[in-house]
């Protein structure tokens, strides 16, 4: 099972770059690393998902080393709406949800 | 608009009684999930089932129960065997995209 290690919490101002390293020692070939962003008492949102090396969409980037067993979320200039919990999700739905874990997240909270 | 809807939002139990919440999705997705969370903390897989028909027990299946009769449903019995229900449920469908969840809106299960 491919667990994650993330930051429990994280504080950013608005306006600045946030970056969030997740760990993933036991990463398999397979898997593939997807960021979820979750507002209280919703369900979470799907970010951006990557495999190897940079992935860039309009809301984040995903940088992943070569050797896949960390990788981190980037957000460009956070704004309050950003305020949320953030997990790091390693795994492939194709083998089973059972290979895949949600950890705590990390709550990043974003100042005026 | 193709999405996933949670019913209840917020649910109320009586000790001893079982209760059902529902899951309808409209995403054509093959695979469905039911995930727990408790304050402040990560989602845990309860059930899955990859196709109609056929499930799997997650990490905390002891206490709950599903059904797969159709695509679009994926009804979560949480049954009086549960000893500490009250939580937030997730429920979730996939394609066959690696870590490509769509997640419902929640419900709010209290047991008073």
């Known amino acids: 099972l491919a667990k994650t290690t993330q930051p429990i919490s994280m504080d950013s101002y608005e306006g600045q770059e946030v970056n969030i390293t997740c760990s993933h020692n036991?990463?398999?070939?397979?898997?593939?690393i997807t960021w979820y962003q979750q507002f209280p008492s919703q369900g979470p949102r799907f970010i951006i998902q990557g495999y190897k090396t940079k992935v860039t969409n309009e809301v984040a980037s995903l940088f992943i080393p070569a050797d896949r067993k960390s990788s981190t979320l980037s957000l460009p200039r956070v704004s309050l709406s950003d305020t949320a919990v953030y997990y790091c999700?390693?795994?492939?739905?194709?083998?089973?949800?059972?290979?895949?874990?949600f950890g705590t997240g990390t709550r990043l909270t974003v100042i005026p | 608009d193709g999405g996933i809807t949670q019913s209840p939002k917020y649910l109320f139990r009586k000790e001893g009684q079982n209760v059902t919440l529902s899951c309808e999705q409209n995403l054509n997705h093959d695979a469905m999930y039911w995930y727990r969370q408790d304050p402040g903390q990560g989602l845990r897989l309860i059930y899955y089932s990859q196709i109609v028909n056929d499930f799997q027990k997650g990490d905390i299946a002891e206490g709950y129960s599903v059904s797969r009769e159709k695509k679009e449903s994926f009804p979560l019995t949480v049954t009086s065997a549960q000893k500490n229900p009250t939580a937030f449920y997730l429920c979730?469908?996939?394609?066959?995209?690696?870590?490509?969840?769509?997640f419902g809106s929640g419900t709010r299960l209290t047991v008073v």
């Open positions: 979730a469908s996939s394609t066959s995209s690696p870590g490509g969840y769509t």
């Open positions: 036991n990463i398999a070939t397979n898997d593939y």
């Open positions: 999700l390693v795994g492939d739905i194709q083998t089973g949800a059972n290979n895949l874990f």
